[in-house]
């Protein structure tokens, strides 16, 4: 490895430690859970498996192939196979998984799509497909890939949002908006079934 592509690894490790601490300080997802990648080349970036995201240092991201497995792989995130399936399928450079409560909540409230009702979701993010598989597997992998070829961010039913852009920035933007988008719709559901339950309840 040449001397600039060193700096450029170590460049996207930092800056892949910085967005694991606003991760976890926003509240998007708490510290052993989550994963980030970053393109470069023909290789990804990553977090490894068991490192907590507000305390990543040297050492805590690791490079794999972009276009199969090594052997890197076994020390990288579980979630390894849904990101390169993703850089393989779009034109992402960074992807952002975290396990955010109201996008996990509404995953399994929703049947196939979470749709944002507040304005910068509607306009920004727009709607968040509903993907099934269990993390780490190729269905998963498939799925993801997939909603992310036309979408921003999808969440992984019962798991989390996975969001996708041209840069860590877009990455962590789109996956912001997944969660309060889907915070806002869990809200005012909430309060709609409540006002709903509360009127066929009051008395004539």
């Known amino acids: 490895m040449s001397l600039d592509e060193q700096n450029s690894v170590q460049a996207i490790a930092r800056d892949i430690a910085r967005f694991g601490k606003k991760l976890v300080s926003s509240g998007l997802t708490s510290s052993r859970f989550g994963n980030i990648s970053?393109?470069?080349?023909?290789?990804?970036v990553i977090t490894c498996t068991g490192t907590m995201l507000d305390e990543l240092e040297n050492g805590q991201t690791v490079e794999v192939d972009l276009n199969g497995t090594c052997d890197l792989d076994k020390i990288a995130s579980s979630e390894t196979c849904v990101h390169r399936m993703v850089y393989q399928s779009t034109a992402a450079k960074a992807i952002i998984h975290t396990h955010s409560p109201f996008a996990v909540s509404m995953s399994l409230l929703e049947n196939a799509i979470v749709k944002p009702i507040d304005s910068e979701g509607i306009i920004f993010l727009g709607d968040m497909p509903i993907v099934e598989g269990h993390f780490g597997t190729d269905e998963l992998a498939r799925n993801v890939s997939t909603a992310l070829v036309s979408h921003k961010a999808?969440?992984?039913?019962?798991?989390?949002?996975f969001a996708a852009g041209k840069n860590l920035v877009e990455a962590y933007t789109a996956a912001s908006?997944?969660?309060?988008?889907?915070?806002?719709?869990?809200l005012v559901d909430a309060y709609r079934n409540n006002e709903s339950g509360w009127a066929q309840k009051r008395p004539c």
């Open 154 to 161: 999808c969440i992984a039913r019962g798991h989390g949002v």
């Open 177 to 186: 908006m997944a969660e309060h988008s889907a915070q806002v719709k869990y």
């Open 38 to 44: 970053a393109r470069l080349g023909s290789k990804i």
